[in-house]
């Protein structure tokens, strides 16, 4: 929470970051980078690591897991420490760029528009500290919502680097890269859960049987 409200009070800088401050421009491509652009293109990079990575653990098979994990040191505390903070800034990042969209020209003064977002900041931070254990403990029990939360989380990887793409006005072979309406994968999350919650039903029926 705090951070993302440090990052809303320092907006102004942080919209600074998407004028380009180097400029790529060859035959086939054109790319103005920005430190924005940066943050959202390897952030999206980091998303699909670490997404991929969790699946191809939790597919692998239980005796290559153990032997593997003999030669290897389990994750520390403070690598996880990490990367959690990693993935927040990331989404903190994103979300904040979102709302600096969406309020732009609410109110009559600038700060109008800023208390607004710190408003839904602390919001859907307290809800989503309301929920968070309640949702763990669903995704531990089901082993299926976890694979498609990683599959979400590929999503929205790729999703910011598209981001990136567009806010360096990339263009590549003459076609000019364009952002990814959030709409659709806010669709495609709840279709796909949707169908998820159908499958529990439907196996929960079978078992019953």
Do not use: C
Not at 169 to 184: D, E, L, N, R, W
């Amino acid at each position: 929470m705090v951070q993302r409200i440090l990052l809303l009070l320092g907006v102004s800088f942080l919209v600074g970051l998407k004028e380009p401050f180097y400029t790529i421009t060859w035959s086939w491509l054109e790319v103005g980078i920005s430190w924005q652009a940066l943050i959202l293109f390897f952030g999206g990079l980091f998303l699909l690591y670490k997404s991929t990575s969790e699946i191809h653990e939790k597919l692998d098979e239980p005796g290559q897991e153990e032997q593997e994990l003999k030669g290897k040191k389990i994750t520390s505390l403070s690598n996880a420490i990490v990367q959690i903070v990693i993935i927040d800034f990331i989404f903190s990042i994103d979300s904040i760029l979102t709302a600096v969209g969406m309020t732009n020209g609410i109110g009559e003064h600038h700060n109008d528009a800023l208390i607004l977002m710190i408003i839904a900041v602390v919001i859907s931070i307290l809800i989503m500290m309301l929920f968070a254990n309640p949702i763990r403990e669903f995704i531990s029990e089901h082993p299926s919502m976890q694979l498609l939360a990683l599959s979400f989380l590929i999503l929205i990887g790729f999703m910011l680097i598209t981001e990136a793409a567009h806010l360096s006005h990339t263009v590549i072979f003459g076609q000019t890269i364009g952002a990814i309406p959030k709409g659709y994968l806010y669709f495609a999350i709840a279709f796909s859960l949707l169908v998820e919650f159908l499958n529990m039903k439907l196996k929960k029926k079978t078992i019953k049987k």
